[in-house]
Every structure is written in C-alpha cells, then in structure tokens.
C-alpha cells in the first residue's frame, strides 16, 4: 500500500516538474521574441477593436505590443511598434 502511494507520489511530482519547465521555455521564447519586436509562438493574438495594439495571450501571460500611430496632414499613419509590455493575465493596457 505504501509503495502504491509513493509510486503516485513520485509520478506528480514529476508531473508538475515537467510542466513548470515547459511553461518556463513557452514564457521564456516569448518574452525574448517580444524583446527583439517578433511575434511571440506559443501565445495566441487576441484581435482588438483598435489598431492601437497587439494583444497575444500565453498560459498565464499577456504580452501587448503598442502601434506607434501618428496623425499628419488629416490622415493616420502606422509607423511599426512603439513599446511591449509583458504581464500577467490580468494586466490593464496602458494607452
């Protein structure tokens, strides 16, 4: 009976250990992606109703790439990205 319960044991832990090291690689590709202005890979990009920002959404993270826009002569221009901000899930956007 105890050899069942730490066979169980051991198998969660090594569980979790495994998932903490994924998640780990998953933030740590994306943050050093967004860093360098590059679309993250393992977050999903959430479509907005402006085209001020970029919101992808990780497991447990939120990565948001701000649009610098500029208004000339009556019309709006898009010149690339202004700055990234990566935070948890929950993290208010900035404008």
Do not use: C
């Not at 970029?54 to 700055?83: A, C, P, S, T, W």
């Amino acid at each position: 009976m105890i050899k069942v319960f730490m066979k169980k044991k051991k198998a969660i832990i090594i569980t979790i250990t495994i998932a903490i090291i994924l998640w780990s690689a998953f933030f740590v590709t994306d943050y050093s992606r967004a860093k360098n202005n590059l679309a993250p890979i393992f977050a999903v990009y959430v479509p907005y109703r402006t085209n001020e920002y970029k919101i992808f959404v990780g497991l447990g993270y939120k990565i948001v790439f701000y649009n610098h826009i500029e208004m000339r002569d009556g019309f709006i221009y898009q010149d690339g990205i202004d700055r990234v901000e990566i935070g948890h899930l929950f993290m208010k956007i900035k404008r």
